[in-house]
């Protein structure tokens, strides 16, 4: 019911998607002059090899041996099948799911913060800014600049500062600084947008600084691929040909580009994005060129966006509350080459319940959307009777987001 790569399987090279989209990416614009954005522009906020990364079309990039060696801390990770979910649910679907919380942070993101951590050390910066939601890309970014000796300075969307001081107190462990976002108004919930204008001001203001973001960029989903990589060779390990459908829950995009980018060129694996109803912004948003911040201080992206001063709700799942949404993803949605679902926040967490009384570990609340996703899906093919092979990436652990299970179990949540 579990497969375990052995550590010399890790992928020796990123996938890169570009090459494989059914519609070309649109440049991203200069905020003010509305031209495509050349690599002189992102040069103070960027190393050199990621801004490389980001224009790439070569179908490959290699991973520096320095990198693999510190993804070995937790990689390659499993590929469990969730078989008391299925009978649970009585369907003949099979589940899969690729374990991405078994990493120090305890989700997907530091596939990514530790290959941006290592460029930014070899290009000679000394201390990285970034925003952070829930705080898990924080956590991420934290550890990273840990083992490379680097400085991390954590803008926190302020309504998880408030609710959420676990997460703070774990990227202080790793050596962390972080603060409320916005910082010149205390008395705003924030936003994920709003963060990543005070981090980007924080980065372009100082030479020894670079900024870093933790989605929505063609570079992070790119470093995000190892995870899809890894789990077609456990689908194969387990004796499936291939998914039928693979599904992610989706804030900027990462893990679900993660573990869906591999299977693009595969026309006959079905791709699925579940965002939450209150963030709607593949399933409501338009197709349009938005800034990626509140201020209007990044570049313009091609994205389905919800308008960059849009203030979601302050729903548990602080990883998906993103106004916009990463062009890769926003490409393969209008291509019609991935399908996307929203849900509401209590059918969420009925999901996830379900999943912890059943499967045992307890997913985060971003994870749990697209649990939601998998049982509705699991429980179609048991009205047509069809032995669906459906693989999930279970991004995060829900440990340190025990009090939304508490509003849950004492029925306070938000429904909506
Ligand atoms: C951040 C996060 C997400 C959402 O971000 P993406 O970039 O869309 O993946 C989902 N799950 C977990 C556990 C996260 O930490």
């Given at each position: 019911m579990r497969w375990n790569l052995p550590?010399?399987?890790?992928?020796?090279a990123w996938f890169n998607v570009a090459p494989h989209l059914p519609e070309p990416l649109q440049p991203p614009l200069h905020?003010?002059?509305?031209q495509p954005v050349g690599p002189d522009d992102l040069a103070p906020l960027f190393p050199m090899a990621l801004i490389g990364q980001e224009v790439s079309t070569d179908p490959w990039v290699d991973i520096p041996g320095e990198v693999l060696d510190v993804l070995r801390l937790w990689r390659p990770t499993p590929l469990v099948r969730a078989e008391r979910l299925e009978q649970a649910l009585g369907t003949p679907a099979r589940i899969y799911y690729k374990d991405e919380s078994v990493s120090p942070a305890g989700s997907h993101k530091p596939n990514t913060a530790v290959p941006q951590a290592f460029y930014n050390k070899q290009e000679g910066i000394t201390r990285l800014a970034t925003e952070t939601g829930a705080g898990q890309w924080g956590s991420a970014l934290s550890f990273a600049s840990a083992l490379y000796g680097l400085e991390c300075k954590v803008y926190m969307v302020r309504a998880s500062y408030d609710q959420k001081p676990y997460r703070r107190l774990l990227m202080e462990v790793w050596g962390g600084e972080v603060v409320p976002s916005p910082?010149?108004?205390?008395t705003h919930p924030g936003s994920l947008g709003a963060a990543i204008s005070d981090a980007v001001r924080d980065a372009a203001g100082r030479d020894d600084s670079h900024y870093s973001l933790g989605s929505v960029l063609n570079h992070v989903l790119l470093h995000q691929t190892v995870i899809g990589l890894e789990a077609r060779e456990q689908l194969t390990l387990a004796?499936?040909?291939?998914?039928d459908i693979v599904i992610g829950s989706c804030g900027g995009g990462s893990n679900l580009g993660g573990i869906a980018l591999p299977f693009?060129?595969?026309?006959?694996v079905e791709l699925l994005a579940v965002e939450p109803s209150s963030c709607p912004t593949l399933t409501a948003g338009h197709f349009d060129y938005d800034f990626g911040d509140v201020a209007g201080m990044t570049p313009l992206l091609p994205m389905y966006t919800l308008g960059h001063d849009f203030v979601p709700p302050s729903?548990?799942?602080?990883?998906?509350?993103?106004?916009g949404d990463s062009p890769i993803i926003s490409s393969l949605v209008h291509s019609k080459r991935m399908q996307a679902v929203a849900y509401p926040q209590g059918k969420v967490f009925d999901a996830a319940v379900q999943f912890a009384r059943t499967q045992g570990t307890v997913p985060a609340p971003e994870t749990s959307h697209a649990i939601r996703a998998v049982i509705d899906t699991a429980l179609a093919a048991k009205e047509t009777g069809e032995e669906k092979v459906i693989l999930f990436n279970y991004?995060?652990?829900g440990l340190l987001d025990l009090s939304a299970y508490d509003a849950y179990l004492r029925g306070q949540l938000d429904q909506f």
């Open positions: 550590a010399d399987h890790l992928p020796e905020p003010a002059t509305r910082i010149d108004d205390p004796g499936e040909e291939r998914p693009v060129p595969d026309e006959r729903i548990h799942a602080g990883g998906l509350r993103y106004h991004s995060g652990h």
